[in-house]
């Protein structure tokens, strides 16, 4: 009954450690009353090396009162073996050299006495061992044996929750990565959607200048053209060449990924003209490009200081692109009597440029409404959709320090409200329609 009591008696003066430790500093303040309770000069915690499990490396090691450097040493001939095979403690109370001779750390620590106990997980597969060494015999062996036994198995609960936790946390660390890649993926494709739409746009574009260069050509090759309509010939070949090659100059722009852009002075007037123009060129629906009504209200001139243009253009034809989508969703439901509208509207207020654009299409509901925003969020049917559109737009306003909100309302109306500050030279209002 005395030893029981003074088994207790320790055990509560080692488990009373600070509740608010966990982990790796929860085991190290475990050995270390442990050794100050035991009254012995070495505690180690440690593992086999796996997989031929031949020799141990050390987690923990605590020497004559503080940890040092953790140690790797064979398994052959240690009484460690004899622990790692076993269920419960191995005790050597004395003379523990000379019973192991081959065992060098046993003589590097001068031990005269051993004790360990293994700790195991809940399917019984081995997980370490703990170990207490002195340089002087042992006293109380029924005490430390149940005490050592104890705290491997409270050592061993720690592990299984540490391995637990990491476990855990590499998953979420997988799946993290695997939503990044999912995502880049995603986006990659919008902005492929972009700008394969910009590309068509500008392909309609090109197709001008290249006409009138081929026909000026044509006129060239005629040996009855005059020496003035030859200059004329000569001067639309060099004019229109000029603009074919801006038009493709813009295209790489647009293509153009640079991480480390810096801001521009853009005329976002211009930028947002171009958005339309290419969006409508880019567009066959023939139906609703004869009904459509679309209101355009551009103060010229407005520039801006901004990060990645072709990507600010991008998010005009995106967000563009959806008012365009509600007002043909709900023009193949209606029964012939809807007018799909389109309003466009850029000016200055208070300082910064405000860009609306209005649909009279389908609405988004209330409970959609706060989540639009939201990375792979959609309401278009799958295949149409990759619900990154509106995020990407979204993050795009945001990264030049511009606002982006959306007011909307079932069946009525959808408006996104874009605001950017920083507004030059700001000419006198225009409206073009």
Not at 30 to 47: D, Q, T
Not at 144 to 158: K, N
Not at 207 to 219: D, G, H, R, T, Y
Request: proline content about 4%; hydrophobic content about 40%.
């Amino acid at each position: 009954m005395g030893t029981s009591r003074n088994v207790l008696e320790v055990i509560r003066g080692i488990y009373n450690v600070d509740q608010l430790l966990s982990g790796k500093e929860y085991i190290r303040e475990l050995i270390h009353r442990l050794a100050k309770a035991l009254n012995v000069k070495y505690v180690m915690v440690g593992h086999a090396i796996k997989p031929q499990e031949k020799s141990v490396l050390t987690d923990y090691l605590y020497s004559d009162g503080k940890f040092i450097d953790n140690v790797t040493y064979e398994l052959e001939g240690s009484p460690c073996a004899d622990v790692l095979c076993g269920t419960r403690v191995s005790c050597y109370g004395e003379n523990v050299q000379h019973l192991f001779p081959r065992d060098q750390l046993l003589k590097d620590m001068k031990a005269q006495s051993y004790m360990g106990a293994p700790f195991f997980s809940p399917d019984g597969e081995l997980l370490g061992l703990l170990v207490v060494m002195d340089a002087q015999p042992f006293k109380e062996l029924e005490l430390m044996t149940s005490v050592v036994e104890f705290f491997a198995a409270r050592i061993g609960a720690e592990y299984r929750r540490l391995d637990v936790e990491e476990t855990l946390k590499q998953h979420n660390e997988d799946l993290e990565k695997l939503v990044q890649e999912r995502t880049m993926q995603l986006i990659s494709q919008e902005k492929l959607a972009t700008i394969g739409r910009i590309t068509l746009g500008i392909a309609h574009e090109l197709k001008n200048p290249l006409n009138i260069i081929i026909n000026a050509s044509e006129l060239l090759m005629s040996s009855e053209i005059d020496s003035e309509s030859r200059r004329r010939a000569l001067d639309m070949i060099y004019q229109y060449g000029v603009r074919a090659n801006d038009i493709i100059t813009n295209m790489l722009k647009q293509a153009r990924q640079d991480e480390n852009m810096q801001p521009e002075r853009i005329d976002v007037s211009t930028l947002l003209s171009h958005a339309l123009d290419v969006f409508f060129r880019s567009r066959n629906d023939i139906s609703l490009k004869s009904k459509l009504r679309k209101s355009i209200h551009i103060s010229p001139h407005v520039e801006l200081n901004l990060i990645d243009s072709p990507g600010v253009e991008r998010m005009f034809i995106n967000v563009i692109d959806n008012a365009v989508y509600a007002l043909s969703e709900k023009l193949q439901r209606s029964d012939g009597g809807f007018i799909p509208e389109l309003r466009v509207d850029l000016h200055v207020e208070r300082g910064r440029c405000q860009i609306r654009i209005r649909d009279n299409g389908t609405g988004i509901p209330q409970t959609h409404l706060l989540h639009v925003c939201d990375e792979f969020y959609t309401t278009k049917p799958p295949g149409e959709g990759t619900g990154l559109g509106l995020w990407v737009a979204k993050q795009m306003v945001e990264k030049n320090r511009g606002t982006f909100d959306i007011l909307s309302k079932e069946n009525e109306y959808t408006e996104v409200i874009i605001e950017f500050p920083e507004v030059f030279l700001l000419a006198e209002p225009e409206v073009t329609s």
